[in-house]
């Protein structure tokens, strides 16, 4: 999802052959907003982590923030190791809500659903322990998770519905398709 700047408004102004400096583009607001769009329905809340003499303590989730409207009904853990990808993966009838506990995690969000305002938009969403959010993603949403850092990610989920090992709400495409118009650089995962 990256632009690139033309020569001149890169401030390329030698005679050099070959492409000149790329200046950055804005990527967050001076207050600290994504200035990137996301799938409609797909949505963040801040979560403060507070450190004292003894530890910390950080709230992953509570009812009474009224985010999402949908309850707590299920919760599990899963990690994903240092450079490892876990996707793409798509629920019908289900969302996720992701919150990292430890380390870095890069989610990749393709919105396909037919009636959806951001159909085809391609995102990224880097969850991390250094500032803690809980991410809502719809049902008909294709998401995969890469760990960024150096230890595993490890990532609590509060899903929208239990999980039903008789008929399990999740279909999954290879990171390498062509239906997903977004690549992985060196994927390794599935």
């Given amino acids: 999802m990256s632009t690139h700047a033309s020569r001149a408004e890169a401030g390329h102004t030698t005679g050099a052959v070959g ?111 250094h500032r803690r959010c809980l991410m809502n993603i719809p049902a008909g949403v294709w998401h995969a998770a890469r760990s960024l850092g150096t230890r595993d990610a490890v990532v609590v989920n509060f899903p929208t519905m239990p999980y039903d090992h008789a008929n399990p709400d999740k279909y999954r495409l290879p990171l390498d398709n062509d239906r997903i118009p977004y690549r992985f650089d060196h994927p390794r995962g599935s």
């Fill in 19 to 129: 492409p000149g400096p790329v200046r950055d583009r804005e990527t967050v607001t001076a207050q600290g907003e994504r200035v990137d769009p996301l799938p409609a329905g797909v949505t963040l809340r801040e979560s403060r982590t507070h450190a004292d003499q003894r530890g910390t303590v950080v709230e992953m989730f509570d009812p009474r923030w009224g985010w999402p409207d949908n309850p707590l009904v299920y919760a599990y853990c899963f990690t994903i190791r240092p450079g490892m990808i876990k996707g793409w993966g798509l629920h019908e009838r289900h969302e996720d809500r992701y919150f990292v506990l430890f380390g870095e995690m890069e989610t990749a969000l393709y919105d396909e659903r037919p009636d959806s305002p951001t159909r085809g938009l391609v995102a990224t969403v880097v969850l991390s322990e």
